[in-house]
């Protein structure tokens, strides 16, 4: 079995701007309060589309999307329902193809790999967090923790693997099962299998919508962190504006496109824009 031997990120500084009726998002960006230095894509898609179904049936849920996801950041992606912020989601991260356009992470282009090597790239490059945990029960936290490398026949550094879990807050709980633990523990658990290979990005699909507030902000805190401490690049879909309030950029989706681009912003500056997307 191999050993994880892989470096960690070094920590970037986060990047903003405000651009509205957007079709692409790769221009550098103003200052905003948070100060944010230019980084790297770690992600660049170019015209993205996805259509559903045929003819006078079909539904195109994204339309010509164009973005670089920025190193070292947190991004944070929203939208009415049906805007298309979970498709593009799916998109970027591997999950679904696209009908057009291409997807870039690491220096590969994903859109045309075979299931087997974009098999490979989601665990090599991928770390996901899921609304509803998707934690096996019959594992301990720490085997849910372990179980995505050990699939991919990767050994962890313990050394990691304790800083992680105790970065997390599940030292005392790593040998409970998830009935054993409560909902926040259970997505700690899911946060830090996410985290465990380092990867290239990190997806985070609406991680606090099955938490009550006060377990949402310690895992709003949590991804913050995980941002600050280890350079880990985030994308998170979230409804939440309390939610987005955390990141540095905030893109808004509506109806297939990027039509809103925010830099750092608090809940009440996230509201007013969502209302001003709601109405396009």
């Known amino acids: 079995m191999e050993t994880d031997r892989r470096a960690r990120p070094l920590p970037a500084s986060p990047t903003s701007k405000e651009h509205t009726n957007m079709e692409a998002v790769l221009s550098p960006v103003e200052p ?22 045929e003819g006078d049936t079909s539904v195109h849920a994204l339309r010509g999307v164009s973005l670089g996801v920025a190193s070292g950041q947190l991004t944070a992606v929203m939208g009415p329902s049906g805007s298309g912020k979970s498709t ?41 967090i ?37 970065k997390v807050g599940l030292s005392e ?24 290979s380092r990867p290239t990005v990190m997806f ?5 919508g099955n938490l009550d507030s006060t377990t949402s902000a310690e895992i709003l805190e949590l991804l913050r962190d995980a941002v600050s401490s280890f350079g880990q690049t985030t994308v998170m879909v979230t409804h939440d504006a309390h939610a987005a309030a955390i990141a540095d950029r905030i893109l808004f989706l509506a109806d297939g496109r990027i039509v809103k681009d925010l830099g750092p912003s608090n809940a009440g500056q996230i509201l007013v824009a969502m209302e001003e997307v709601s109405a396009l």
Request: glycine share 8%.
């Open 32 to 53: 905003g309060r948070r100060h944010v230095a230019q980084a790297p894509a770690a992600i660049t898609a170019v015209n993205l589309t996805r259509r559903f179904g």
């Open 204 to 208: 985070a699909d609406e991680p606090t």
């Open 88 to 128: 593009l989601m799916h998109i970027l991260a591997g999950l679904d193809r696209p009908s057009g356009g291409s997807v870039e992470i690491a220096g590969t282009e994903i859109t045309t790999l075979g299931d087997k090597q974009l098999t490979r790239l989601r665990r090599e490059h991928i770390g996901f």
């Open 130 to 166: 899921f609304q509803f945990f998707n934690l096996l029960p019959m594992l301990t936290a720490e085997e849910n923790v372990l179980l995505p490398m050990e699939l991919a026949g990767v050994k962890p550094d313990p050394a990691w693997v304790k800083e992680l879990t105790a």
């Open 173 to 196: 709980r790593l040998s409970h099962r998830p009935s054993e633990l409560s909902g926040g523990q259970q997505q700690r658990v899911a946060v830090a299998r996410a985290l465990l």
